[in-house]
Each structure stands twice: as structure tokens, then as C-alpha cells.
T-cell receptor, first 116, second 108 residues
């Protein structure tokens, strides 16, 4: 049973650098979500794909953020010109075909980003 | 803006005590999900409630969805140190809207 996987688990970078995170969803799931979580808060929605189509983007997702899901399988989240305020846990979740008829989302372990 | 207010934010209790966590909103959700999260890990789905008034039990955990599908509660009976963690409620609007979480600490 392979759940949602995310790489890397931890990333430390200097302000101004670009970073890219990868998410591999549960294989039969067609929906993929990205969330961001800061200390002491619940996750906040960033963006959502159904298959390869990006259907919704939060206002939290500034122009420095871009996400792709080119073949409807894995997804990448890139942050350009990182800022200290980007430091957070970035979570990926998947849901859809093969699971419950409700939008039950299953989360990966997250990527912890620290911007120095 | 849809918000989920979760309370209490922190809870520290002794092993064997009972507790209830509340999740309230002015919005109606098609379903509501409860997650538990450990430090440095992603949230793990505990239960999904869908129907107004629904009650679901998971061992010592009892989840209830309000009649109007705007609020929910999680009750833990005879808490154990293994229950320690961050409990999150999330309302489904197509994407999940999360509460701030309840940090539970159960001391032996």
C-alpha cells in the first residue's frame, strides 16, 4: 500500500533561491491538492488539480509560486526567489477515484522548508 | 470567507480523563473530516461525517456532525498518552477548510 509521498522531507535554502518540491499521489487518485501549514495553525489551501488541469489557486499563491501536474500523476510546486515568510510545511494530499465517494483527502508527510 | 473555529486550542489532561473538542462554523459543509497530526508529519484521516446529526465511533473516539452540518465535535473517553497530538477538523468545500487545531497532551 503506497500512500502519498513527498520529496524532499526537509529543505533549507537561502533567501532569493528557487526551490522545487515533488508530490506523488496515491496512484488511482485523480485529484491532487497543495496546502501550506505554519507553526500552530491548520493547513491552508494553495492549489488543486484534477488530472493535469489546475482548477483552483488560492490568493495565497503569489506569482512566485507555480505548480504543475504534467501527466496527471506526480506534481511539483516551485517557489522562486524565496523569502523568509515562505518558511512552512508544504503538504500534498490526494483524493478521488478508487477511494470514498466523498472528498476524503489523504496527506503525504510534508516538506519542511526553512528559508534563511 | 468560510472559517472553522476550533476549541480549545490547547488541552492538557491526565490519563483516564474524558475530553471534547469543538469545531464551529457559520457555513454549511458537504462533509467534515477529522485528522490527527504528529510533529513533523502530515495529517492522518480519522473519520468523515456527512449526514446532519451523524455520530461515528472509532474505539474511544466519538465524532458528531451537527444537524445543520455547520459544526462538529470529537469526544475522547479515557484518554491515553498515545492520544497526544494535534487534532484538526476540516470542512469540505471542494477543497478543505481547516480549523486552527487542538493540541492535546495526555500525561501518564
Amino acid at each position: 500500500d503506497t500512500g502519498v509521498s513527498q520529496n524532499p522531507r526537509h529543505k533549507i535554502t537561502k533567501r532569493g533561491q528557487n526551490v522545487t518540491f515533488r508530490c506523488d499521489p496515491i496512484s488511482e487518485h485523480n485529484r491532487l491538492y497543495w496546502y501550506r501549514q505554519t507553526l500552530g495553525q491548520g493547513p491552508e489551501f494553495l492549489t488543486y488539480f484534477q488530472n493535469e488541469a489546475q482548477l483552483e489557486k488560492s490568493r495565497l499563491l503569489s506569482d512566485r509560486f507555480s505548480a504543475e501536474r504534467p501527466k496527471g500523476s506526480f506534481s511539483t510546486l516551485e517557489i522562486q526567489r524565496t523569502e523568509q515568510g515562505d518558511s512552512a510545511m508544504y503538504l500534498c494530499a490526494s483524493s478521488g477515484r478508487g477511494g470514498s465517494s466523498y472528498n476524503e483527502q489523504f496527506f503525504g508527510p510534508g516538506t519542511r522548508l526553512t528559508v534563511l | 470567507t468560510q472559517l472553522l473555529e476550533q476549541s480549545p486550542q490547547f488541552l492538557s489532561i491526565q490519563e483516564g480523563e474524558n475530553l471534547t473538542v469543538y469545531c464551529n462554523s457559520s457555513s454549511v459543509f458537504s462533509s467534515l473530516q477529522w485528522y490527527r497530526q504528529e510533529p513533523g508529519e502530515g495529517p492522518v484521516l480519522l473519520v468523515t461525517v456527512v449526514t446532519g446529526g451523524e455520530v461515528k465511533k472509532l474505539k474511544r473516539l466519538t465524532f458528531q456532525f451537527g444537524d445543520a452540518r455547520k459544526d462538529s465535535s470529537l469526544h475522547i473517553t479515557a484518554a491515553q498518552p498515545g492520544d497526544t497530538g494535534l487534532y484538526l477538523c476540516a470542512g469540505d468545500t471542494g477543497k478543505l477548510i481547516f480549523g486552527q487545531g487542538t493540541e492535546l497532551s495526555v500525561k501518564p
